[in-house]
C-alpha cells in the first residue's frame, strides 16, 4: 500500500511567509511603542466631544470646561505658566523624542506655529514632553525639526494627569489639545496629525469672538 505525501512548500514560499509575519510583528510593536489606544477607551470629558471623521474631537462653546494650570521648567530650562496665556488659542501638544509618530507630524507643528505667529494671530504653542529621561534628547528634538515654540518637562506625565478624567489618554503619544481663548478646552486629538488637521482645530476658534 502507498502513502500519500503532504505536498511540501517551496524554501520561498516559506521564506515570504515568514518575513510577511516579521513584517506584521515589527509594524504592530511599531504603533504600540507610542499608542495603545486601540485597547484603551480614551474616554471623554463629561461625553461633550464630538468626533468628526477625521478623528478630530471638538467640543461647542456652552459645553467647554476650562483647562488645568500647567506650570513648570520648560526644556529649554526656563519656566512657563499656561494661565497666563489667557486670551489667545493655545495648542497643546503632548511629545515624546522617542516616539515615531511624534518625529513624523513635528514637522507640521513647526510649520503651522511659524506660519501663525508671523501673521501675527493670537496663538500660542506649548509642547507638553513626555517619557523622557533627559531634557537633552527633548533638546535635540526641537533642535532637529525647528521646533521654536516652549515645551513644558513632564518626564512622569504629572501634568497629564492634571486634566479632566477622559481628556487624555497616557498611553496615546502624540496627542494634541487646543483651548480656546477662555483657555477652555475646545478641540483634541490622540494621534498624529498633519498641517491641514492642525489648523482644523485652530482657525474656528481664531473665528470666535
Known amino acids: 500500500m502507498s502513502l ?114 508671523d501673521a501675527g494671530k493670537d496663538v500660542a504653542f506649548v509642547g507638553i514632553n513626555t517619557r523622557d529621561n533627559s531634557t537633552q534628547n527633548a533638546a535635540a528634538f526641537e533642535q532637529n525639526f525647528g521646533i521654536t515654540y516652549p515645551s513644558l518637562y513632564d518626564p512622569d506625565g504629572k501634568l497629564m494627569l492634571r486634566f479632566p478624567k477622559g481628556t487624555l489618554n497616557a498611553q496615546s503619544i502624540p496627542s494634541t489639545i487646543v483651548l480656546d481663548k477662555q483657555g477652555r478646552i475646545a478641540a483634541r486629538t490622540l494621534a498624529a496629525i498633519n498641517d491641514k488637521q492642525l489648523r482644523s482645530m485652530i482657525d474656528p476658534l481664531l473665528a470666535e469672538q
Not at 85 to 106: D, H
Open 4 to 117: 500519500s505525501r503532504a505536498p511540501r512548500r517551496s524554501r520561498s514560499t516559506s521564506g515570504r511567509a515568514l518575513l510577511l509575519t516579521a513584517v506584521t510583528l515589527a509594524s504592530a510593536l511599531t504603533l504600540t511603542a507610542c499608542d495603545d489606544s486601540s485597547s484603551k477607551s480614551s474616554g471623554s470629558a463629561g461625553g461633550n466631544y464630538v468626533t468628526g471623521p477625521s478623528g478630530i474631537s471638538t467640543v461647542a462653546a456652552g459645553d467647554r470646561t476650562e483647562a488645568p494650570k500647567l506650570d513648570g521648567p520648560t526644556v529649554d530650562g526656563k519656566t512657563l505658566d499656561t494661565t497666563t496665556l489667557k486670551g489667545k488659542v493655545v495648542v497643546l501638544n503632548v511629545w515624546g523624542s522617542w516616539c515615531p509618530p511624534c518625529r513624523a507630524e513635528a514637522p507640521y507643528f513647526a510649520q503651522v506655529s511659524k506660519e501663525l505667529g
